[in-house]
């Protein structure tokens, strides 16, 4: 089982640049989620999205964009890269239900200069 | 707000047990879940507490008691494999249906 499926695993991108992170799943799940970890700050919620064509903010949006066009993708934009985004990218979807666990994928490495 | 606190860092010895704690104030409480993260790696799944009382599942147990705010993993029979970051993450009553707050994580390093 594939699960979630993040492309590209490692990225460097110079500053202005812009690029587009893919998430995929196979699980048939509702909800999908973007975050980012950096180091001491544990992982934070950028973007997230509780069905095909709806999208909303989460604690860190600042910089980027989404969407969720069909109900297995969700895309993460940066439209302007900024060394402060560097960083560890995750996503991860979960199924409906209070009890449902988030199922996360193997990151995105992105390096900005 | 919300506020979830874990040691940072914890070491231990293979074969025996450790505790690893949670602490959170949130706006609201819908559960609790455990995750672990080898380095480099993805986030998966351990365990999740809703009711107060304990949680068991093979060598991983989990505590939640909702009243203190408190959370505690439990690990038995500790292997070196299971030398990584533990998560703590809360879904709090007012972020959403399926939102998680996490914490910033406890590495737990096992040795011989």
């Known amino acids: 089982n594939a699960g979630v499926t993040q492309t590209p695993k490692f990225r460097v991108l110079k500053t202005g640049q812009s690029m587009t992170l893919l998430c995929a799943q196979d699980?048939?799940?509702?909800?999908m989620y973007w975050y980012r970890q950096d180091p001491g700050m544990g992982l934070r919620l950028i973007h997230y999205s509780v069905g095909e064509g709806t999208t909303a903010k989460g604690e860190v949006p600042d910089g980027y964009n989404v969407s969720r066009l069909k109900k297995q993708n969700f895309l993460l934009g940066l439209e302007s890269a900024a060394p402060s985004q560097t960083s560890v990218y995750f996503c991860?979807?979960?199924?409906?239900?209070?009890?449902?666990?988030?199922?996360f994928g193997d990151g995105t490495r992105l390096s900005i200069l | 707000g919300q506020n979830i606190d874990q040691p940072t860092e914890m070491t231990a010895t293979e074969g025996a047990i450790v505790q690893i704690n949670c602490t959170y104030q949130?706006?609201?409480?819908?559960?609790l879940f455990w995750y672990q993260q080898h380095a480099g790696e993805a986030p998966t799944f351990l365990s999740y507490?809703?009711?107060?009382g304990l949680e068991e599942k093979g060598r991983f147990s989990s505590f939640l008691s909702r009243s203190k705010g408190y959370s505690y993993l439990l690990l038995k029979e500790l292997q070196m494999k299971d030398s990584a970051s533990y998560l703590c993450?809360?879904?709090?009553?007012?972020?959403?249906?399926?939102?998680?707050?996490f914490g910033t994580g406890t590495r737990l390093l096992v040795s011989p």
């Open positions: 699980m048939n799940h509702e909800y």
């Open positions: 993450a809360v879904r709090g009553g007012n972020t959403g249906f399926q939102k998680l707050v």
């Open positions: 991860a979807s979960s199924g409906a239900g209070g009890s449902q666990p988030q199922h």
């Open positions: 949130t706006s609201g409480f819908n559960g």
């Open positions: 507490n809703v009711l107060d």
